[in-house]
């Protein structure tokens, strides 16, 4: 004797009030009345959906709307002179941003430079990676660095972030 089973929707499957899983299957008798016993059937529900899903795509979505606004000074390549020359840069500049305006102005390689540095309001993973990572996870207000890229090495201002 087979049985079979009817599934419920989604929305009975999952209470929304309590957050737990329920049955979704519901056991019929193939053939009412033949006679036959059928054993009981059982669906082990979860106390909590444990999945974390919806957190990470919360997380990503939130992700998304972050922007912030922050200044740079880059110098381009990764040897060691170029290393040497932004750390002399960072001791100068200290963490004030009047400072860093103007030496990005006269020293950064990047076309910014001219406008302070400034590279305006940006949102979260416009930039290269490592870029991103200081953005909009480290202090505002702090000249950070210096931190490497594939475009060399950068001091980054970090002015505001929402």
Do not use: W
């Not at 006679?35 to 997380?59: E, M, N, V, W």
């Not at 606004?69 to 004030?96: F, Q, W």
């Not at 406008?115 to 990676?129: I, T």
């Amino acid at each position: 004797m087979i049985t079979r089973m009817y599934f419920r929707s989604a929305a009975r499957c999952l209470s929304i009030r309590t957050g737990r899983a329920q049955s979704c299957y519901r056991p019929e008798q193939a053939h009412k009345g033949s006679g036959t016993k059928q054993g009981k059937f059982y669906i082990h529900s979860s106390p909590r959906l444990a999945l974390g899903i919806l957190d990470d795509a919360k997380d990503f979505l939130s992700g998304l709307t972050m922007r912030a606004e922050a200044s740079h000074i880059l110098i381009k390549g990764t040897d060691s002179g170029a290393k040497r020359k932004i750390d002399d840069i960072k001791k100068e500049i200290g963490n004030d941003s009047d400072k860093f305006a103007e030496l990005a102005a006269l020293t950064s390689d990047c076309p910014s430079g001219q406008q302070g540095g400034s590279l305006g309001e940006f949102g979260r993973y416009s930039m290269v990676p490592e870029f991103d990572k200081v953005v909009f996870n480290e202090e505002v207000g702090v000249v950070h660095g210096p931190i490497e890229t594939s475009f060399g090495y950068h001091l980054i201002l970090i002015h505001r972030r929402n």
